[in-house]
Every structure is written in C-alpha cells, then in structure tokens.
C-alpha cells in the first residue's frame, strides 16, 4: 500500500504541490510520498553505472545539431543521443515503445511494480535515485547524452541536470488543453530527437487501432456511448480518498475512443485531470458503469465502515462496479493507453 501511497502521491505533490503519501499528482500525479518511498540510487553499483556509460540505445545515425523547444526553454542537441537518462516513468514507457533502452532510470523498483506494459525495461539500466529527487553523481557516471525530465522536478534541478547533458523538460498536465494532446506531442518530439520518428508513427498506429477494436466490441456488447465514471481510490486518514477523472485527464480522453461517455464533470479546470471527492459522491452518480483501480492492500470500498454504503450504491447493485486492477497507469505513454483500452472491455465484457 506504501508504494501505491507514493504513486497517489506524486500526483499529489504536483496537485497540492505538497508531498505525502497520498497526495501528488502527475504520473499518477505527483506527491511527496511518491518519492519518499521510491528506491534511492545505490551509492557502490559502480560496475553496473560504468556498463551503463559504456551501453548505446541506438547507432549514432545523424550528426546534424537541432535546437529542440521544451517547457524549460530550448535545448540543442547534437545527433542521435546514444545514452538517455529519464527521471520520470511516462518518458521511460516512451522510450521503450520506441525500441530504445534508457541508460538510467528514476525509481526502477517502483516503474517495473505500477507500469503494465509489454515492453520490458532492461536489466542494464541504473538507478538513479527517486522520481523528483534524483542522485547527480548517479546521473552524472553514466556520462548521458540526453536527459528527459518533468516539469515539477526539473524547475528545480534544471541547471544542474544540464550541467550534465542536454536535457529536455515536459509538462504532462498543461494548465489549458487536455493532457491526451499534450502526451502525443510529447511523444513524437521523443521520437523526433532519438531519430525513431518511423517507429513513432508505428507505435500511435497501433494505439488507434486498438481503440477502433475496443470501441467495435463495446458496441457489439451494447455498450456504445453508454456513460461512465473512472474512479482511483486509496486510504487516507482512515477515510477513503476518490479521485474521479474529468474529460481533459489523458485516459478520459483515450476512454472517449472507445465509445463511452464520462458521465462526471466538474465545475473548475482540474490541471491533472481529476477531482478529488468523498465517499458520499459517488451516491450521487446515478446510472453508470463506474470502473476504478484500487491497491490490491488497499481497497478502500471493501473496508468494514465504507462497504455497507458501497453495497447500497445504484451502480453497485446492479453489477456495474468493474475493478480494473491496481497496475493500471493512468499517467503512461501509448503502451498504457493500449492496456486500459483492453482492461476496460475486458472488464465491461466480463471476458
């Protein structure tokens, strides 16, 4: 549950710009408790930080110097990085679904429990300390070429990460838009600087189709434009803590693809894409599917003094609850796009 906390946490953080265990907000959202509890970059894996330095992601292809724009300012970069060091877990996923291996890599212990998705990330990787405090002697050894950051840390660290090598910085929960927009462009920026525009344009055809798939067989199952709430909640303080995701979160967005409709709104812009609501909400949400993710040791809706009332819900009644698993990330890149487009007709279609 400690680790599940941290997760609920960095969103947190980046919510309340706070950080305790249950209150951050971006990659899940950022909270303080998130990196409170992330693995710290071990001090003597010299040998393993060296086979790092020594390791390329891909062959030195291009030799041409680029200025890349970024939320930090701009950046120029010179070739094909060949060493990439990543501090946050959505631009790892990103980096793997363009074939490419990162050289180090923030909270390997926490990215391989929470990100679900088919590509593994490789045992060569260093780890270089928690999401939002990472070690710059660990980055440093690895000698990168490139280092991708987010925004909440990088504002920050970011002198002393480009001291290092060029580092890019980005934003996952841009204050207008929607955050689905935002991941795209991230991605084929991504893709763009490490010279993988071709496997970039593979990977988001892919994604589509998955979508066209789900939303054919939702609607076979007579779930076409059928409402829905996406729901993630934890313990905090004894009391359970709901957060409900709004149409501009990115997994509302990829959701919409399928052929549902959300069925939650709120009144305020929510930045990281949900609101943070009591238990007694949800007796108000009437006539919906209401699918949610909870950790497998802390399910707040099964606990002694909730589950009379989760019981007596309309949705719950009728067997319209769908637990979607506690390795669903609602922060990732197009491989965890793909897997909660599956984890939701598999869970409204009982397959």
């Excluded at 923030?106 to 060569?124: H, R």
């Excluded at 841009?174 to 593979?202: C, H, R, W």
């Excluded at 007796?283 to 009332?309: C, E, Q, R, W």
Aim: hydrophobic share 45%; proline share 5%.
């Amino acid at each position: 549950m400690q680790r599940f906390l941290a997760l609920i946490g960095l969103v947190s953080i980046l919510a309340a710009c706070g950080s305790s265990a249950a209150t951050q907000a971006p990659t899940t959202a950022p909270t303080t408790a998130a990196a409170a509890t992330a693995t710290t970059a071990p001090e003597a894996t010299v040998a393993a930080t060296e086979a790092a330095a020594e390791a390329t992601t891909a062959p030195a292809d291009a030799t041409g110097t680029r200025t890349i724009k970024h939320v930090m300012g701009e950046t120029t970069i010179t070739g094909v990085p060949q060493k990439v060091v990543v501090l946050e877990w959505v631009y790892v996923e990103n980096l793997l679904a363009l074939g490419v291996q990162p050289a180090g890599v923030a909270d390997i212990e926490g990215y391989n429990k929470w990100v679900d998705v088919p590509v593994e990330l490789g045992p060569a990787a260093v780890d270089v300390g928690t999401r939002g405090e990472a070690n710059l002697e660990t980055i440093a050894a690895i000698k990168p070429d490139l280092i991708i950051a987010l925004k909440y840390d990088a504002e920050k660290n970011y002198a002393q990460y480009s001291a290092i090598a060029p580092t890019l910085v980005f934003n996952p929960y841009p204050e207008s838009g929607d955050q689905y927009t935002e991941m795209i462009e991230t991605f084929n920026t991504i893709a763009d600087v490490l010279g993988k525009t071709d496997e970039a344009k593979a990977v988001l055809a892919k994604m589509e189709q998955t979508y066209a798939e789900a939303k054919q067989t939702l609607a076979a199952a007579g779930f076409e434009n059928a409402p829905y709430v996406l729901a993630q909640a934890y313990t905090s303080n004894s009391a359970a803590e709901i957060r409900l995701f709004t149409d501009n979160s990115m997994i509302a967005k990829l959701i919409a693809k399928t052929g549902l409709k959300n069925a939650w709104t709120d009144s305020s812009f929510q930045v990281y894409g949900f609101s943070t609501v009591s238990s007694e909400v949800l007796a108000g949400l009437g006539d919906v599917h209401f699918m949610y993710v909870v950790a497998d040791d802390d399910n707040p809706f099964a606990s002694g003094t909730i589950k009379p009332f989760w019981d007596s819900l309309d949705f719950v009644k009728k067997g319209q609850a769908y637990p979607l698993g506690g390795d669903v990330w609602f922060f990732g890149g197009p491989l965890s796009a793909e897997v909660l487009a599956q984890r939701v007709v598999k869970s409204l279609t009982k397959q």
